[in-house]
């Protein structure tokens, strides 16, 4: 038989339980919102990968801090002074900067960690090669490959192997690609792979042609589709889900160069000297504009204009619907970094040891920095700052 005081007890119980689940409630809908609105504000100044997305764009859209009126102000925060390499010393890994923290490769075979805005280093993670490709990151993970022929996942906090893969003693070269839950690698065989980014289970493989050629071509992906250039001269399209060929163009001269994907468009620079844009959907051609020397840099495409160097010492914007020039500018050298966009201004290094920032829109010189030896690594561009490497084998970090 049931007394009143256990009956009350048990109300009590009841109430008690209800009060939980209310104030978990509260907990789901009003901090859970809140911290994934942060975390999703934070996520959007990242630069995640080469080319600051899958699409190798080029274009941080959420860079608000740095504009024309604004880059003269850029000053030295930082810098940081790599090892020697085995056969060179520098740095031409671009950086992939998430969650306040700048991850960078060098030619000493280290992928590095450093605080953004102070530099204080977190951790090294030694390979047994140079590293030429630059980061991806993702998942918690950060992903390089390595001259040793290895594609390595590690613990984005702590430098930890998580995972590796090797392709060939050929090396990788170019930079890994990061696409929902798939990593994508073009390794020096000159095949192309597909991992399941978490675990680096192998999904699939193209040979894309048997060379000699180093390739360095980082692959590009865009509704469900990869783009990428090989060493046989070839625009290449593939299914990014099944590695089944879609479609291919011929251009006679390897790629050194990585596609952009924009407007429904393939652009991609090649060493016959021409840029090219292609249709996605087809590769048909739709322009290409021949400057003076090969371009092994890839393009960058904001707001209606494609950026990109050459070797002939210039640096190009081109319409990105006809290829007309907008403008150029000379610089002292050749011009194999690839172009970051952000906020009206676009940012270059050149083999003439300087780092410039230009008016996006009119090619009006706004900043330039001039560091010890060539600058091949492409900029990268997170919260207010810049960050890039030289062959002088530092890597440096600018905010205004």
């Known amino acids: 038989m049931r007394t009143d005081a256990s009956f009350r007890w048990q109300v009590e119980l009841v109430c008690l339980r209800m009060l939980s689940l209310t104030l978990l409630i509260a907990l789901v809908v009003f901090s859970s919102p809140q911290r994934a609105r ?35 102000g850029l000053h030295s925060a930082w810098s940081y002074a790599t090892g020697p390499g085995p056969y060179s010393s520098g740095v031409r ?36 090669g140079s590293i030429d490709a630059s980061p991806a990151v993702g998942n918690g993970l950060v992903y390089i490959g390595s001259s040793d022929g290895y594609v390595y996942a590690l613990n984005a906090d702590t430098g930890a192997l998580v995972w590796k893969f090797y392709t060939s003693y050929r090396g990788v070269s170019a930079s890994p690609t990061l696409w929902k839950d798939y990593l994508y690698v073009l390794g020096n065989s000159q095949k192309l792979y597909a991992f399941k980014a978490l675990t680096g289970d192998f999904v699939w493989g193209y ?46 001269m390897p790629f050194d160069s990585a596609p952009a994907i924009a407007n429904g468009m393939v652009y991609i620079g090649a060493l016959d000297h021409n840029v090219y844009a292609f249709k996605a959907s087809d590769g048909t051609l739709a322009w290409s504009y021949r400057t003076g020397g090969a371009v092994g840099a890839s393009p960058a495409v904001a707001n209606g204009i494609v950026y990109v160097g050459s070797n002939d010492d210039r640096f190009y914007a081109l319409d990105a619907a006809t290829g007309a020039p907008r403008w150029w500018f000379g610089t ?44 091949d690594a492409s900029p990268a561009i997170y919260s207010g700052m810049l960050f890039v490497g030289s062959n002088d084998a530092n890597f440096y970090a600018f905010s205004v």
């Open 38 to 72: 942060a975390e999703t504000a934070s996520d959007l100044h990242a630069w995640n990968m080469f080319g600051y997305n899958a699409t190798h764009s080029h274009y941080n859209t959420a860079e608000t801090l740095l504009s024309p009126g604004s880059v003269g």
């Open 93 to 128: 890994s671009s950086a992939a900067i998430v969650s306040g923290v700048a991850y960078v490769g060098a030619d000493d075979g280290n992928l590095y960690a450093f605080d953004a805005r102070t530099g204080a280093r977190r951790w090294v993670f030694t390979t047994g």
């Open 207 to 252: 040979d894309t042609g048997a060379c000699e050629e180093v390739a360095d071509s980082a692959p590009a992906v865009d509704n469900g589709m990869l783009y990428v250039g090989t060493c046989l001269g070839d625009v290449l399209a593939v299914n990014a889900f099944t590695g089944a060929f879609t479609w291919r163009h011929s251009v006679g």
């Open 332 to 375: 002292g050298n050749t011009v194999f970094s690839s172009a970051a966009v952000a906020n009206g201004v676009v940012f270059v290094g050149s083999d003439d040891a300087n780092t410039y920032a230009f008016d996006a829109a009119t090619g009006t010189l706004l900043w330039s920095y001039a560091t010890g030896l060539g600058v």
